[in-house]
């Protein structure tokens, strides 16, 4: 796809127009985000992400799971598997918390003894764990290519709209099903722990961020349809993103900076509506971003791809992310 020209230039000039007004418009009222980044010596910066990470994990009602990661048993159960182009794929049940299990998609290449590289596939709203195999989709059957590439891949349901058990919060018990899923990958004797990656669109890209932000141990991260500031989303959009304290605390290049020094594309289109995640909000973010790449000495492993489609995967930029990222051993 090719953008007309003229309409590129027109965007580039209105961006570098309004940028600094937009700026100003979408900067924290008084007494919101007093964790914001700013830049400081690498130590200061770790510090920092320590931080503003245990607060997170606080206000999203974690604690209590995390404190027993790694000593939860997985319970797992199979229920259906199935030869694809390259690559075994089964349906899975696993143990969330003590009472409450997921089902999960769980895919292994047919060739090959391992260890393999291993990618968390999210989906967004309206989606399910197969969607991001479905190629007829927006998603580009990432997950399918990568399975299909030599990866390991696993996805689960994060699209609940309830919170399934008293005391917890949405976006943390999504969270949480993540975080097994990644648990499970660690399990594996075929799974290479210090090559586990993830990705996702939209909702999906939202969770890739706040599973790599809170796992130090994940690898690298593509986050596609989400780069923007919390400001543009109130307004049009599901408000499922929200829960007490954080808009206090950060905004959402904080949060990606905590993903910081490890490896992270965003992927934001060029015909995203106005109203969702576009390009020019997405460049005000990332710019909010890179300081802390700049202070822990890593400043080429953040990218903001811009690309010619709407809200959507851009399958090529992702596999050849990870295939830089991912797939040569450390």
């Given at each position: 796809?090719k953008?007309?020209?003229?309409?590129r230039l027109?965007?580039?000039?209105w961006?570098?127009?309004?940028?600094?007004?937009?700026?100003g418009?979408?900067?924290?009222?008084?007494?919101?985000?007093?964790?914001?980044?700013?830049?400081?010596?690498?130590?200061?910066?770790?510090?920092w992400q320590?931080q503003?990470?245990q607060?997170c994990?606080e206000?999203?009602?974690?604690?209590?799971?995390m404190?027993?990661r790694?000593q939860?048993?997985?319970?797992?159960?199979?229920?259906?598997?199935?030869?694809?182009?390259g690559y075994?794929?089964?349906?899975?049940?696993?143990?969330?918390t003590p009472?409450?299990?997921?089902?999960?998609?769980?895919?292994?290449?047919?060739?090959?003894?391992g260890?393999?590289?291993?990618v968390?596939?999210?989906?967004?709203?309206?989606?399910?764990?197969?969607v991001v195999?479905?190629?007829?989709?927006i998603?580009?059957g990432?997950?399918?290519h990568l399975?299909?590439?030599?990866?390991?891949?696993?996805s689960?349901?994060?699209g609940?709209?309830?919170?399934?058990?008293?005391?917890?919060?949405?976006?943390?018990?999504r969270?949480?099903d993540?975080?097994?899923?990644?648990?499970?990958?660690?399990?594996?004797?075929e799974?290479?722990?210090?090559?586990i990656g993830?990705?996702?669109?939209?909702l999906?890209?939202?969770?890739?961020?706040?599973?790599?932000?809170?796992?130090?141990?994940?690898?690298?991260t593509?986050?596609a349809?989400f780069?923007t500031l919390?400001?543009q989303?109130?307004?049009?959009?599901?408000?499922?993103?929200?829960?007490?304290?954080?808009?206090q605390?950060?905004?959402?290049?904080?949060?990606?900076?905590?993903?910081?020094p490890r490896?992270?594309?965003?992927?934001?289109?060029w015909?995203e509506?106005?109203?969702?995640?576009?390009?020019?909000?997405a460049?005000?973010?990332m710019?909010?971003?890179?300081?802390?790449?700049?202070?822990l000495g890593r400043?080429?492993?953040?990218?903001l791809?811009?690309?010619?489609?709407?809200?959507?995967?851009?399958?090529?930029?992702?596999?050849?992310?990870f295939?830089r990222?991912?797939?040569?051993?450390p």
């Amino acid at each position: 796809m090719k953008i007309n020209p003229y309409l590129r230039l027109i965007t580039s000039v209105w961006m570098v127009v309004s940028a600094p007004l937009y700026a100003g418009a979408l900067s924290p009222v008084d007494g919101m985000r007093d964790m914001r980044y700013s830049r400081r010596t690498a130590a200061e910066a770790v510090r920092w992400q320590h931080q503003l990470r245990q607060q997170c994990i606080e206000l999203l009602h974690l604690q209590d799971l995390m404190n027993l990661r790694g000593q939860l048993p997985l319970r797992i159960k199979r229920c259906a598997e199935a030869d694809r182009s390259g690559y075994r794929m089964m349906e899975l049940e696993i143990a969330a918390t003590p009472g409450r299990r997921i089902a999960v998609v769980f895919t292994r290449p047919s060739q090959g003894a391992g260890p393999f590289p291993a990618v968390v596939c999210v989906h967004g709203h309206g989606g399910s764990r197969h969607v991001v195999y479905d190629v007829e989709t927006i998603y580009k059957g990432f997950a399918h290519h990568l399975a299909s590439a030599g990866y390991v891949t696993i996805s689960t349901e994060v699209g609940q709209h309830q919170v399934f058990e008293p005391g917890r919060t949405l976006i943390g018990e999504r969270l949480w099903d993540l975080l097994r899923c990644v648990d499970y990958l660690r399990s594996l004797k075929e799974v290479d722990v210090q090559r586990i990656g993830c990705a996702g669109l939209s909702l999906g890209g939202e969770m890739a961020m706040w599973l790599a932000a809170m796992d130090e141990g994940i690898a690298a991260t593509v986050s596609a349809g989400f780069l923007t500031l919390m400001d543009q989303m109130e307004k049009n959009h599901c408000p499922c993103w929200k829960f007490d304290g954080l808009r206090q605390r950060a905004d959402w290049p904080d949060i990606y900076s905590l993903i910081a020094p490890r490896p992270l594309q965003c992927q934001n289109g060029w015909k995203e509506p106005p109203s969702d995640f576009v390009v020019s909000f997405a460049r005000l973010a990332m710019a909010q971003v890179r300081p802390i790449y700049q202070d822990l000495g890593r400043p080429n492993a953040v990218e903001l791809h811009a690309h010619c489609g709407a809200h959507e995967i851009d399958l090529a930029a992702l596999m050849d992310f990870f295939d830089r990222t991912l797939r040569v051993r450390p």
